[in-house]
């Protein structure tokens, strides 16, 4: 017994902190998670404008998602070495001075800082998950035992009834054989003083076998009825307490599990809402990526036709130059530069859409 409550004990402060840790890491307004997320998302404000360092924010923000998904010690480590590509990035970046560049360093080592003690918080809870496990093959054997213990002790109890019981009958039998008139005086004095306690005692651990705990046998004296009904008693009520006691605490144990169910499932919708959300992310980035190869594939068409078009509005301008004006010739060069004009429009719209250049119209000073 004393086994089983010091595992109950432990199991309970067990279970208290594992509840401590998972609410210091997922709480929502307070828990690391949280604050890594918020660090995040001042870093992402910070690099607006800097392609970049926003793609290794991205990949850093894409294994923390992951991470937090499926709790991997290695995707924590992808994000730190993001982390360490991102800072050398931002030494090569000359664009940032150097106060804007120590703000964003300063941002990217508090969400490291913030993601260690993340990972250290879920070793510890896996420790104790394990501990938990382990704890629960040690009782579980310790309960078994407890019952069966209380078993033998009320079938010992039904064999000591029944002995007393046929030792009596054999006692009235042997006065019974002796004359009638003893016969009469010893079967009224055993049903005053021994059958009827057996009969008693018997209702009562007929009582007890079915259940009902409440029921005393009310008797005394020194003989050894009145010694077996006040072991029988006593026996009694040590099975009725050791069954409250352990109700009392399986119902404590029910609710503790009940409650960790409950947190179980808010972490469960916690993890399919991220997954959610992880999905969202890859398929914007996905799209940027195919629209980014589209843009580059337009940017490169548009400039090589540039190149040849320039070629050709070039030299249909010189020709023009040199026919005099009335000549068919010269009208027909005049709707191949309008041509040409035609399509050095659709390649600004070209290279607009691929956003790799600006195109602009700026007057030329000749010496």
């Not at 250290?120 to 035992?145: C, F, H, M, W, Y």
């Amino acid at each position: 017994m004393n086994l089983y409550l010091s595992s109950a004990k432990r199991f309970a402060e067990t279970s208290i902190q594992s509840v401590e840790l998972v609410t210091e890491v997922s709480a929502p307004d307070r828990g690391f998670e949280t604050a890594l997320i918020s660090r995040m998302r001042l870093l992402k404000e910070e690099l607006a404008g800097h392609a970049a360092l926003l793609d290794l924010h991205h990949e850093m923000e894409y294994h923390i998602h992951q991470y937090r998904i499926d709790r991997k010690r290695f995707l924590m480590q992808s994000a730190f070495n993001a982390a360490f590509k991102f800072r050398q990035q931002l030494k090569n970046e000359l664009t940032l001075d150097t106060e804007k560049r120590e703000r964003i360093s300063a941002t990217l080592d508090q969400g490291m800082e913030i993601a260690d003690k993340i990972t250290e918080a879920d070793v510890r809870i896996k420790s104790i998950i394990n501990d938990l496990s382990l704890q629960e093959k040690t009782v579980s054997p310790i309960s078994g035992s407890l019952v069966k213990l209380a078993m033998e002790e009320v079938k010992l109890a039904g064999e000591r009834i029944d002995y007393t019981h046929r030792a009596a009958a054999l006692i009235m039998a042997a006065i019974a054989l002796s004359g009638v008139f003893a016969a009469l005086g010893a079967g009224a004095i055993l049903n005053r003083s021994i059958t009827q306690k057996l009969i008693r005692l018997t209702k009562t651990a007929k009582e007890i076998r079915e259940g009902n705990l409440d029921v005393s046998f009310e008797g005394s004296g020194e003989d050894e009825i009145g010694q077996l009904a006040f072991t029988f008693n006593m026996m009694a009520a040590r099975i009725k307490e050791f069954i409250d006691t352990l109700e009392a605490r399986v119902a404590r144990r029910t609710d503790e599990l009940k409650t960790a169910n409950e947190k179980l499932l808010r972490e469960m919708d916690d993890r399919i809402k991220a997954e959610t959300e992880k999905k969202n992310l890859e398929g914007q980035l996905s799209q940027a990526h195919k629209m980014e190869a589209i843009g580059t594939l337009a940017g490169g068409i548009a400039h090589d036709f540039n190149n040849i078009l320039s070629a050709m509005i070039g030299y249909a301008d010189l020709a023009r130059e040199e026919i005099p004006e009335g000549s068919p010739a010269r009208q027909k060069l005049e709707n191949v530069l309008k041509a040409g004009d035609r399509a050095k429009n659709l390649v600004k719209q070209i290279l607009a859409f691929s956003r790799k250049s600006q195109i602009g119209r700026s007057r030329f000073r000749s010496r």
